[in-house]
């Protein structure tokens, strides 16, 4: 029994494990896809620097390696399953924008300037605001988890910052691309105003996945253990947040207090 117990545990790690491993590859992915793109264009295509990342949709080296990674990030967002209906339906919208941002392509010459908006500009646009709102609205629901209530503030304020910079930056890069005319030089700087966008993008999903880690949320869901609060004012102190632990990992789980040690008190932990 004792080993059915461990080989139990050992694979629930097993499954843990590959699940933080995924959101840490899509994050580590788009935040190498800036830098491989202007370096694969330099080196293998022997170009300047394109005025945008979509542009290198047309480089006959870069193409396969900006279509492939923004599908790939778009199906892991579709696939992957938020903490509540509202994050999921957010994360499904801008995993099938990412795939309408690596299909339809933008202008093919970046002369051509940006004059006029573009399906392949939408759904980048859409695409930021929909992670945005992840950011700003439903990336706190976990916060509830972590017992430093400076911290859980902490975080929500970063989330709220990195949710308001991923709706900032794609509005710049459009703005640029009207205001810089055809063949500037500066008309690159469109391309390091999107890379700031992703980059933001990958930071938020970094930091998440480490916090998820730390609190074991995904664990505590698939266990049962968690629940969207229905106490207005918890009985102790939490962090933001709308999950709560119903129950504890062991029975000498130091939390919540020793005096409001039951079912009902974990209930009420928000």
């Not at 892991?76 to 957010?90: D, P, T």
């Not at 609205?137 to 976990?142: H, K, V, Y």
């Not at 709560?244 to 079912?263: G, L, M, N, R």
């Amino acid at each position: 029994m004792q080993a059915s117990h461990a080989d139990a545990g050992q694979l629930q790690k097993h499954m843990a494990g590959t699940y933080f491993t995924l959101r840490i590859g899509m994050g580590v992915l788009a935040a190498a896809l800036p830098p491989l793109l202007w370096l694969g264009g330099r080196l293998l295509d022997r170009e300047p620097l394109r005025c945008s990342m979509s542009a290198y949709y047309y480089s006959p080296a870069m193409r396969d390696t900006f279509v492939g990674a923004v599908v790939a990030i778009g199906v892991f967002l579709y696939l992957y399953k938020g903490f509540s209906r509202q994050e999921n339906w957010a994360l499904n919208l801008a995993g099938a924008l990412a795939v309408g941002v690596a299909l339809v392509p933008t202008g093919p010459r970046c002369e051509e300037g940006g004059g006029a908006f573009t399906l392949h500009g939408t759904f980048a646009v859409l695409f930021f605001v929909s992670i945005a709102y992840v950011c700003i609205f439903r990336a706190s629901d976990t916060l509830s988890l972590i017992r430093d209530t400076r911290k859980a503030e902490r975080l929500r304020t970063t989330y709220r910052a990195l949710g308001a910079f991923m709706i900032v930056s794609p509005v710049v890069a459009a703005v640029l691309s009207f205001v810089l005319q055809p063949g500037e030089r500066g008309r690159s700087l469109v391309f390091f105003v999107e890379a700031l966008g992703v980059f933001t993008f990958a930071a938020y999903w970094l930091t998440k996945s480490r916090e998820l880690s730390a609190t074991d949320a995904e664990r505590l869901a698939l266990e049962r253990k968690l629940q969207p609060t229905v106490h207005p004012k918890p009985a102790v102190e939490s962090g933001p947040g709308r999950l709560v632990q119903i129950e504890p990992d062991a029975p000498d789980d130091v939390w919540p207090p020793d005096d409001a040690q039951s079912d009902s008190a974990w209930g009420q932990r928000r």
